[in-house]
């Protein structure tokens, strides 16, 4: 009840939110955004869609915030490796764990993705899945991007901040499907994006309840269970959101079957990509990228109705002040 | 917007709503569960819990719509099975097929659960994800319960409903925690109970994303991926919702993982257990029942500080008018 008296103070705050997409230029994006928002959400057009159909789904890394010169997450997995390594003798001389505990990026790309995972399952598992929530929160309090010395939390990017805020106020339900582990992402979902930790779909790991000792928990074990990527996208919508979204953004080659489900779904639809454009302010990457390839979305996109965005030419300001 | 204007304008009626739990009789089931909901939603409350956290878990079969003689979603199963033996003649002579096709519930009850989950995922499967949801959305709409004569989304329980409306006025996210299909109760979850398709969790079978003919779907393939059921529940629950509830309803001992988990947590907490006490107006059984069985529940849940709801005693109506 308190929580609707709450929205219901805010609302005109909302409205006013709702015109305004402050860091998004004036540009044909912008606009076939606005356009898509506005045709599904008024009443009295012919492409309306009912509230609880409206349904948007965004990817994380790329998407909602920076992902170079890694993923976050691996950035958050290295440096628990690096934190557990002193009751872990034996992985100071055994890869992938040497690299990480030296901090050696490069040679823990030369492990490859069997390393990766290994780094993934072994920090991120046997805990309690309160626990690891603490972990990460914790380490993204004071976790600093090696290159900007910026909180991670503080790489999102502005204009999609704002376009969450929009879509809400249009009468959006909006959800985060990420490649990246789904309870890494609710560390801070709610506090940084205001998207419930319940919209959050993302990679899981085994889980198991263990009432054997005095206190009842879920265990977090040492296996991936899913991978919420590439053609992983649509399964896990289906799994978690149960319908077919009608607006899908991401950024790269994992998005393409994301927004080729959503997209193909009946009556008006809405893809965006991000194209990072912008070496200056963020990063510029595409068809080469070791993280966050964009080549297929390239060269189909457009064809598809899809919009791409032009980072550097569509956007005002790229991370918040 | 719209959503939210449409939100302000009945929140008066909300707020009689919170007031009105018109079939509970005054009882102390009754009493302890408005004494936990004031004491978790007032802000000036010792036990305040901020709305992001105010999480409560329902199961369905049995906790808020009726479980005999069989799981409704079992005759869904045996009609889809009936319905597609054209096309499969050998299923004439196969068990548990033969039995299904006849309509003889004990032959199928003999060929055990591992003939159930075989009806199950022939009539669930081979079919994309919004295919399966018409199919139960239209079996929903005209099949009818063999005893009652009523349709079977009519033999919910009208005080449940009541308690739905009480907890989402007092600032509640409500979600389903169902053994049954998620995609089955999805059919009807947001007409019936008002509870979006997104915030049911339940069992879940194996889907895969098929690209390779004109239009992508997401094929619903023959094999169960995850059972929501006993310790199950609070993986899907962690899985899915991404933090522990505060409250937990069910009726037997498929639940008791879920209600142990939840109220082990910290804080005040609310375990609820139905007890199918009202043979005349609905049916009674615990221990020694074939479906619902309530034992474990009976046995440890005083002790455990839950609530057991008396449904012939506490209710002054079992289904709606």
Redesign the interface.
């Known amino acids: ?5 709450f ?2 103070l805010l ?1 005109p705050a ?2 006013v939110q ?1 015109q305004e997409l402050s860091n998004w230029r004036d540009s044909a994006s912008r606009s076939a955004i606005v356009e898509f928002v506005e045709a599904v ?1 008024r ?1 009295d057009s012919p492409d309306f869609v009912p ?2 159909e409206r349904i948007a789904v965004f990817d994380n890394d790329g998407t909602l915030w920076a992902e170079q010169p890694a993923y976050f997450q691996l950035f958050f997995a290295l440096d628990r490796v690096r934190a557990m390594s002193a009751e872990h003798p034996d992985w100071r001389t055994r890869q992938p764990f040497k690299a990480a505990i030296e901090g050696d990026l490069e040679a823990v790309a030369a492990t490859g993705l069997e390393g990766v995972l290994q780094l993934v399952t072994a920090s991120h598992s046997g805990m309690s ?2 626990q690891f929530s603490e972990q990460a929160a914790a380490w993204l309090s004071q976790a600093r991007h090696p290159q900007s010395g910026r909180l991670y939390t503080q790489m999102v990017y502005q204009p999609m901040l704002e376009l969450l805020g929009y879509l809400r ?3 959006f ?1 909006v ?1 985060i499907v990420s490649g990246g582990g ?2 890494f992402v ?1 560390a801070f979902s ?1 506090p940084v994006y205001g998207i ?5 779909v993302g990679s ?1 790991i085994e ?3 263990d ?1 054997s000792a005095e ?4 265990e977090r074990l040492p296996a991936i269970a899913f991978v919420n990527d590439k ?5 896990g919508i ?7 979204p009608i607006a899908a953004f991401g950024n790269s080659d994992g998005d393409f ?1 994301m927004l ?2 959503t997209t ?1 779904g009946a009556g008006r639809r809405l893809g965006v990509l991000l194209h990072h454009t912008d070496a200056e302010r963020e990063w510029a990457y595409d068809r080469d990228s070791h993280i966050g390839k964009l080549s297929r979305g390239l060269d189909e996109g457009a064809a598809r109705g899809w919009v791409i965005v032009d980072m550097k030419k569509d956007w005002k300001a790229v991370f918040p002040e």
């Open positions: 009840m308190r929580a609707l008296v929205l219901c609302m909302l409205a709702a959400s009443e509230a609880a899945s309160e106020a249009s009468g339900t959800f789904a309870e609710r709610e419930p930790r319940n919209q959050v899981t889980m198991k309840y009432d206190q009842p928990f879920v053609a992983g996208k649509p399964v289906q799994r978690h959101i149960g319908r077919r079957e080729a489900w193909a």
